[in-house]
């Protein structure tokens, strides 16, 4: 790694937005690859922030400010980044479910993944049953990923998945879900496609399934 | 009865209120409201004070908690049995009954809850802050821990963002207890309900799961755990279910058995 996109690379690890977007205006005034900047400042960046993540180094605010400067570089680059040299890892339906008002831990799986090259659709909160069932059919293919933060929100993820099934979609999406009180057994029992105890680990999941 | 009564502090008036009229001799243990942030710590700590309990006579373990984001979902009840409160969160236990509970969160999803242990009890952590903790006083301690750990900038950004839940809320509720001067408390969820733009709204609160834990009535709403027995979340309206040491997932089972009579 050259020394611009080590810059790149400390400034989100330590969530220094101003300085992110800084050098990464440098590296393309110097003639640096858009798509280098992005793969090796970048997104080799937020990886090593969902490891320090899941290690307990780092925790929600460290990861909040990151995913920030990320997107603060992100939005200089995007201009200038063909569309093939974006390679979207896929796209990702993402909201809290009905009744459910939360939003953090949502909002953070859908930086993460966007940081990891997915393209993310955001519904929200309190997102219908219904909600998720149109946008799902709007973007074919797309992984459908839940948040609850409650325990009487967490059957809304149920009744979605069924929902899903009733609009004949369920067999074309994966369905990932999430949130503090959700467990691997409760996604188990609900046949959900994977669960993720913490947005990283989200990021690896929702790889996994594409 | 020999009882023990290990609960959430943001119900000591009520537990001790009840303890103290109960029939039965009544230990009490209170536990700190900040382990509501950390299910796993909660559950462990529980599960610690549950063990050391069973070996000191009692006739049965009294939990005053809820499920609270599954934090009571899988302790295991010693050589004496656990009883529980079917709720999923100390609102429940504030207003009565599943059924209150529900009519409010259904109807008003977006509602703050005050009550005056709940307000007293807070320990000055920021964790707390994105579920939704206090005054002015603590979110200022908290932008200033960010301040020297993040530099302003980035301060600024992360109480705008853990601070968003505010957005979404629309409701300050105090319940009053009938216990204690509950006024300051009272006060302080009408003045947080100005500033943010929140309706405020008093509603009474009705301590009867409290006392029914306490006098040993637990019909209906409360699960009591067999010895070696574990808690487990139940998906539906019971709020929790029991399961076995040998049995496979009573949840699960009980699906299949509803699932053949449909």
């Avoid at chain 1, 993944?113 to 909160?125: N, R, S």
């Avoid at chain 2, 908690?65 to 979902?73: E, F, I, N, P």
Wanted: negative net charge; charged residues 20%.
């Amino acid at each position: 790694m050259n020394s611009i996109t080590q810059e790149i690379y400390d400034g989100i690890v330590n969530g220094q937005s101003p300085v992110v977007g800084q050098k990464v205006q440098e590296a393309l005034d110097s003639g640096m690859s858009p798509v280098v900047i992005l793969n090796e400042g970048m997104i080799a960046a937020m990886a090593e922030v969902g490891k320090r993540f899941e290690c307990g180094e780092y925790f929600v605010p460290e990861m909040l400010i990151a995913a920030r400067a990320m997107q603060t570089g992100l939005a200089l680059l995007k201009p200038h980044l063909q569309q093939s040299d974006l390679q979207s890892k896929g796209k990702v339906v993402i909201g809290t479910v009905k009744g459910d008002l939360h939003d953090i831990g949502k909002n953070l799986v859908g930086m993460m993944l966007e940081g990891a090259g997915f393209e993310i659709v955001d519904l929200g909160t309190d997102v219908s049953p219904e909600k998720f069932v149109t946008a799902a059919r709007e973007h074919h293919g797309a992984l459908v990923a839940m948040s609850a933060l409650l325990t009487t929100t967490m059957p809304n993820m149920k009744t979605t998945i069924e929902a899903l099934n009733a609009a004949g979609l369920r067999g074309q999406v994966k369905v990932l879900v999430g949130g503090a009180p959700v467990t691997e057994n409760y996604a188990r029992q609900i046949s959900a496609d994977g669960y993720a105890p913490d947005a990283s680990r989200a990021v690896a999941l929702a790889k996994s399934l594409v | 009865m020999k009882l023990k009564c290990i609960g959430c502090e943001v119900l000591a008036r009520p537990i001790y209120h009840s303890a103290a009229l109960s029939p039965h001799v009544v230990d009490v243990e209170l536990l700190p409201r900040g382990l509501h942030n950390q299910p796993a710590d909660l559950r462990a700590r529980l599960q610690a004070i549950v063990d050391a309990s069973g070996e000191l006579g009692y006739d049965a373990i009294l939990l005053a908690y809820g499920l609270c984001g599954q934090a009571t979902s899988g302790l295991i009840a010693p050589t004496v049995p656990v009883v529980i409160p079917r709720a999923h969160d100390c609102i429940t236990l504030f207003l009565g009954s599943r059924q209150r509970y529900n009519e409010q969160f259904e109807g008003f999803p977006g509602t703050y809850w005050y009550t005056q242990d709940y307000v007293e009890r807070y320990a000055g952590s920021g964790a707390s802050l994105s579920l939704g903790s206090g005054t002015q006083a603590e979110l200022q301690g908290v932008y200033e821990e960010y301040v020297s750990k993040y530099g302003q900038d980035n301060a600024d950004y992360l109480m705008e963002v853990m601070g968003a839940w505010q957005k979404h809320y629309r409701r300050a509720v105090y319940i009053e207890l009938g216990l204690g001067d509950g006024s300051a408390t009272e006060a302080q969820a009408k003045d947080e309900a100005a500033r943010r733009g929140w309706a405020f709204e008093r509603l009474a609160g009705d301590l009867v799961l409290i006392r029914r834990l306490l006098i040993g009535d637990w019909q209906e709403d409360y699960l009591v755990l067999p010895p070696g027995h574990r808690v487990v979340m139940s998906y539906d309206e019971a709020v929790i279910a029991c399961k076995s040491p040998s049995q496979t997932d009573l949840v699960q089972n009980m699906d299949t058995i509803n699932h053949a009579y449909q």
